[in-house]
């Protein structure tokens, strides 16, 4: 009998993200994936509610979403919202209307449960090979580390700091000057060592991003030579960061590999990234196929009963 046909949606602070695939003999097959930058984290107005044109149009994304997932059974579907959701006073109204568009629950998971799937998602698309793995993944408005062996999970921090966030609050005007890029990457340190101190006491021997601000960061350090494919190094990092304090403002960016909506909040990225190096005392980090959408999608499997 035919493997059965899997789906998954990350509603996430920067982008909606969908998997379509099937687990075949432990291997994940992909049969559709689409992604689509809708910045909901980006929307939340000053007393806590998303704004109505924001939530329009993350209900628009879900509405092709639901076109594309008709032939998937509504059991085999399970969607996901994190911080932006897990923030957003009005956020039920959001829910209950993605709920009905996809035709099943729309879960608003924790940031503990979002590390948690991340960790599986990394892990479960690469080889047990007995190493230790540290795992980070910096999203719009949380960044999740995690560390275990192959695919079992030791430790998983959820950190209230995310790259659309950061932009906003730093970055706000465009600006990439050092007095921006400072007290970005401070306040990011601040956090990090709090929170990160149960993951710095252990050790790792492999170390991956996870999701679209590693992905970015490491395509335009490929794209300039400053590492090779799939990568980030600590000194690639540090040249990044003076190039754009040159350019001076994000419409000045001239940067090969940048894809250019994520111009608005590479900045915020950025400084946390370097802030993570610094904190963890990291010097090279290699960019995962997984992510989140994997982890749901492979979690769903492991708890389907036959059909």
Known sequence: MKAPLLASIDIGSNSILLLVGRLIQGKLQVELQRKETIRLGGALDEQGFLQAQAMERGLDCLRRYAALIENVPVQHRRIVATQTLREAHNRDDFLRQASAILHCEVELISGEQEARLIYQGVSGLLPPNGERRLIVDIGGRSTEVCLGQDWHLQTAVSCPLGSVAWA???????SLQTSNFEPAQNAARTIFQTQLSCIHRQPWNAVYGSSGTAGAISKVLHQTGHAAAGCISRTGLLQLKNKMIEAGHSDRINLQG?????????GGGLSIMCA?????????MRIAQGALRHGVLLEMHKTLEPI
Do not use: S
């Open 276 to 284: 993570v190096f610094e904190v963890l005392h990291l010097e090279h």
């Open 258 to 266: 940048l894809r250019e909506e994520l111009r608005p909040v590479i």
């Open 168 to 174: 906003q609050r730093f970055f706000a005007d465009g």
